[in-house]
C-alpha cells in the first residue's frame, strides 16, 4: 500500500504529521513520534514573547555588569535591537539533533503576532536545519479601530517577508475568522506561502462563577471540530489555491484520517490524539488508513484524495443548497423549527 505524499514539496512517507505540541518538546519524543509512524513533526512553537523576555534578560545584564567589566562586554553578542532578539540556543539544537537523530522533516514552529522579527527567526530556523517553517500567526484583534484589510496585510506582510529572507518552504497556521477565508488564503499564497494548516484554535477561555475570574484552559479538540477545516480544504482542493493543504484539529481515529484526505488535505496534523493514546498511536491511526483503503481497491492516496472535494463553478449556490439540505434534514430528524 501506498501511503506516500508530498506537503510543502517535501516527499513524506505518508500523510500523518504531528502538529505542534508538548510531544516534541525533547529529542526522545521526537524519536517516539517518528518511531509510531508519522511523517513529519512540526516542533513545539517558540513564541515571540519568549524571545523578547530571553533579549530583555540578556541587555539587563550586559547593563549591569557594564561598568564592573567593562571589556567583558565584547564576550556579549550584539543584540538585534528592534527585531526583539534571538531564538532561543535550546530551541534550535532541539530542531538540529532532532533532524539528526530521525528519518523525517521537522518543521520548526514560530508563533507571534507583530511584525518584527519574523525574518531573523525564520533565518535561525532554517540555518539549524529546518526542513521547513510553520508560522503560526495568532492575533486575536482587540483594537477595535483595526480593520479587516489591515488585519489581512499584517498577516500578508509577514508572509512575504519571511519569504524573502529564507530558501525553505513556508507554510501558514491561519484561523478561520476571516470574512472571506477563501480569499484570504488565495491572497497568502499569492504572497508565497507554500503551505496553509486550517484551522488555528483561538484561545476560549472559561469562566469561574465561584472564583468570579477568567480560566484560560487549552482543552484537547474533539472530533466535531473537524468539519470546518474539512469544509475549507474541500472548497479549495483542485488548483483554487496555488500551494498545499494541511488539515489539523478533530482527528480521533483512522475515518478521521480518510474524511481529511477524501476532501482533499495533503497532509493530516494532529497532537490530540497522540496524547490521548500515545505516540505508538501514528501506527494504529495509519493502519486503519491502510486497512478502509484495502477495503476500498485503493492503492495509493492519489486515487482517492479529493474525491469528495467542491468541484462546482457556483460554489456559492452550491454551499447554500448544502445548507439548505441540512435543515431539511434537521427538521425531518428532530421536528419542525
Known amino acids: 500500500m501506498n501511503l506516500r505524499t508530498t506537503y510543502l514539496g517535501l516527499p513524506l512517507r505518508n500523510p500523518l504529521v504531528a502538529s505542534a505540541g508538548p510531544l516534541s518538546q525533547t529529542v526522545d519524543g521526537i524519536r517516539r513520534l517518528a518511531d509510531g509512524g508519522v511523517g513529519a513533526v512540526v516542533l513545539y512553537s517558540v513564541f515571540e514573547e519568549q524571545i523578547r523576555r530571553q533579549a530583555e534578560i540578556d541587555e539587563a545584564l550586559e547593563e549591569q555588569h557594564a561598568d564592573a567589566f567593562g571589556e567583558a562586554l565584547s564576550y556579549f553578542p550584539e543584540l538585534p535591537g528592534t527585531d526583539g532578539g534571538d531564538l532561543p540556543a535550546d530551541y534550535l539544537r532541539l530542531l538540529e539533533e532532532g533532524a539528526q537523530a530521525t528519518g523525517v522533516p521537522i518543521i520548526g514552529s514560530i508563533n507571534g503576532s507583530t511584525r518584527g522579527g519574523w525574518t531573523q527567526y525564520a533565518r535561525q530556523l532554517q540555518d539549524a536545519g529546518a526542513a521547513a517553517i510553520e508560522l503560526n500567526i495568532y492575533f486575536v484583534v482587540g483594537d477595535l479601530s483595526l480593520s479587516g484589510r489591515e488585519v489581512e496585510e499584517r498577516h500578508l506582510d509577514i508572509v512575504r517577508a519571511v519569504k524573502q529572507a529564507v530558501s525553505i518552504p513556508v507554510a501558514v497556521k491561519l484561523s478561520p475568522y476571516f470574512s472571506s477565508v477563501g480569499n484570504m488564503c488565495r491572497q497568502l499564497a499569492e504572497a508565497g506561502a507554500d503551505g496553509l494548516v486550517l484551522f488555528n484554535r483561538f484561545l476560549q477561555p472559561e469562566i469561574d462563577i465561584d472564583a468570579l475570574d477568567v480560566e484560560p484552559e487549552v482543552e484537547l479538540s474533539s472530533q466535531y471540530e473537524g468539519r470546518l477545516p474539512r469544509t475549507w480544504i474541500a472548497a479549495l482542493r483542485g488548483g483554487r489555491v496555488g500551494c498545499s493543504l494541511a488539515a489539523t484539529s478533530g482527528v480521533r481515529d483512522a ?32 493502519n ?19 474525491l469528495l472535494a467542491v468541484r462546482h463553478d457556483d460554489e456559492n449556490a452550491y454551499q447554500r443548497a448544502g445548507y439548505i439540505t441540512a435543515l431539511q434534514k434537521a427538521k425531518s430528524t428532530y421536528g419542525s423549527f
Not at 257 to 285: F, I, K, P, W
Open 255 to 286: 475515518d478521521d484520517l480518510v474524511r481529511y484526505l477524501l476532501a482533499g488535505a495533503d497532509v493530516v496534523m494532529t497532537t490530540s490524539a497522540l496524547v490521548r493514546n500515545g505516540t505508538e498511536y501514528g501506527r494504529q491511526l495509519l
Open 288 to 306: 486503519g488508513l491502510e486497512d478502509w483503503m484495502a477495503a476500498k481497491g485503493y492503492e495509493s492516496l492519489d486515487d482517492f484524495r479529493g
